[in-house]
Nanobody
Framework: QVQLVESGGGLVQAGGSLRLSCAASGRTFSSYAMGWFRQAPGKEREFAAA????????YYADSVKGRFTISRDNAKNTVYLQMNSLKPEDTAVYYCAALYAPYYSGRGRTEVFYWGQGTQVTVSS
């Protein structure tokens, strides 16, 4: 079993930055890829970013590429999402996710075996 606890969400103006953190416990953290997904009101949960087990490979949705950076510290069992140049359309609940495999294969939510509880990010215009 895995427990994921997100933190770092909040309210920020457009153009600002936020850093999300996700602390993991339980199953060996360094053995699987991690991801961040987000869900805006009235929309489906969508992929935002993922990182391989070692941190050597990262993946981004086109909508966040160049603005968001995912990273992980396996010694601290923590994954981060640095979000810069935030836009109102980035407003959503952000979910940390543990993936089944060491690498992300591009199949979105079907690759997730455990979710965090989510943290709200609101970007005002």
């Amino acid at each position: 079993q895995v427990q994921l606890v997100e933190s770092g969400g909040g309210l920020v103006q457009a153009g600002g930055s936020l850093r999300l953190s996700c602390a993991a416990s339980g199953r060996t953290f360094s053995s699987y890829a991690m991801g961040w997904f987000r869900q805006a009101p009235g929309k489906e949960r969508e992929f935002a970013a993922a990182i391989s087990w070692s941190g050597g490979t990262t993946y981004y949705a086109d909508s966040v590429k160049g603005r968001f950076t995912i990273s992980r510290d396996n010694a601290k069992n923590t994954v981060y999402l640095q979000m810069n140049s935030l836009k109102p359309e980035d407003t959503a609940v952000y979910y940390c996710a543990a993936l089944y495999a060491p690498y992300y294969s591009g199949r979105g939510r079907t690759e997730v075996f455990y979710w965090g509880q989510g943290t709200q990010v609101t970007v005002s215009s």
